[in-house]
């Protein structure tokens, strides 16, 4: 059970949150959050935004009752964590390009700090948020309003890439990935998958992710995948 | 009846063991199909041999994807699930599972679901010869089957079997002929009679039956004005639908013999006395699972602390007193 230190409105239905305490996890992993009794049935998985001496850090949309009580909690507040859970991202050296798309930054500012002179895209469909603190830690900060982040980015340029962001942004890296690797590129490109998920620890399976070895867990064997493993239906 | 002493020597005099065709459930409470895994998940949180049982992911002969698109949906104290019995299929469970399975010293269930009449008789005899050459080995794996003739996310098989009882019979004794090991029937809240369903299972030489499965039912998306799972309808599951499974319990309680694997909801300790007080020898816990990590060990912490509250000794005292 953490505390809540402060829980910070930064845009429309986005904010982010403080927990006091000592937290582990790496990149790119999450943990399963609760600050309700019975209901909501399930805890809600958010990824780690930042680690530090003050606790730690997550940023999330408001988008259904979970997170709209999430919204509700100030200091003091109690909220069960359960984590670190899930595969994060690899702890690579090279190039290495960050893109985030809306909320899908959260995971990226604990990526840009651990691999100091990355390049960081962040692109929002409105109001843009958090961009000064990437700045600090990014060699080039590229941010886009209300267009494509993906289309600021040449993947050919990087050994890799990371990507976090909404399902269509995703299926579009993962095809610029494949286009830079027909053209003789060794880019890999990692993409950090959100879905629905129950126990967050693999066991239920509700988070399946198609892969082309079969169907995988967002939440254990993920959530972060190599984009040309991920099989997109849709 | 418990009437002195302190309650930490109250809890050692506590008889919370329950007893299905010869196999011993060192508590009720065992963790149900579809939520656990295989166990290994919830072991690295604590020790799951403190458990009653545990009841596997749902097996099929045959390895299965799963559904498409969205498989879970939160609803009102519940959830709706189409995972669709996502599973490595019996061949590979038995070569990579049974391993650790050996390890457990707690009562395991093998949940055995099928497309077809022939998928099921053909995975309960593959169990079975698995048990028997580890049983002269000395190295038991599987202490019983479930058999689930009710799951409402397969488009075959599954509830097919589960809704009419003239249906299911054939099945039942198919797979009582195909094995020799402890066998529960794992009913369906939208079979026409639970309680007729019941009664045919024991008819039919099940040692047990479990119940309830998950109620079918729906969540439409009204912005895209379609439901939210491919396969139209879910499984609901959670506290919303204790009532139901409780009253069922209850019902078949009131007609069989055999011992009643309860579940449907359960949440909490005093749920847990409910479903004995039904009737049911041992319950199962689904989606509290979800609700808390460290389900187990808390619920028979607070299991314990009832009974020792309400000078309970054994639940045999309490089960089936409604």
Known sequence: ?234 | MIKNGDSSSLNTQLDLSANIAGITFKNPIVMASGTFGFGKEYAKYYDINELGGISGKGLTLQPKAGNQGTRVYETASGMLNSVGLENPGIPAFLEKECAYWETLDTARIVNLGGNTFEDYVTGAELIQQDADRRSDSGRKAVDMIELNISCPNVKEGGIAFGIRTCDARELVRAVRRATSLPLSVKLSPNAEDVADMALMCQEEGADAVSLINTISGMKIDVRRRRSVFNNLYAGLSGPAIKPIALRMVHQVAKRVEIPIIGMGGISSATDIIEFIMAGATVVQVGTYNFMNLRAGEDLLRDLRQFMIEENIYSLDEIRGIV
């Open chain 1, 1 to 234: 059970m953490g505390t809540v230190i402060s829980n910070e409105r930064l845009a429309d239905n986005v904010y982010h949150l403080r927990v006091g305490g000592e937290y582990g996890g790496e990149m790119g992993q999450f943990y399963m959050l609760r600050a309700w009794g019975a209901y909501p049935v399930l805890s809600r998985p958010l990824s780690i935004h930042q680690v530090s001496d003050e606790g730690i850090d997550f940023l999330y949309h408001v988008v259904g009752e979970g997170t709209e009580l999430f919204s509700q909690l100030t200091p003091g507040d109690s909220i069960n964590l359960e984590g670190p859970f899930g595969s994060g991202f690899p702890a690579v050296t090279g190039r290495v390009a960050l893109i985030g798309g809306g909320i899908g930054i959260a995971p990226l500012l604990y990526c840009a700090r651990e691999l100091p002179g990355s390049d960081v895209y962040l692109g929002f469909s409105r109001e843009p948020y958090r961009t000064e603190e990437f700045r600090s830690h990014a060699a080039r900060l590229t941010v886009d309003v209300g267009g494509l982040i993906l289309d600021n980015v040449d993947f050919a340029e990087y050994d890799h890439v990371f990507v976090c962001g909404p399902h269509p942004m995703l299926k579009a890296a993962q095809l610029k990935g494949i286009a830079a690797a027909t053209a003789g590129s060794n880019v890999n490109v990692y993409l950090s998958l959100e879905n629905r998920m129950a126990c967050g620890i693999g066991a239920c399976l509700v988070c399946s992710v198609s892969c082309k070895d079969g169907q995988r867990k967002a939440c254990a064997d993920g959530p972060v995948f190599l984009a040309e493993e991920v099989v997109f239906h849709d």
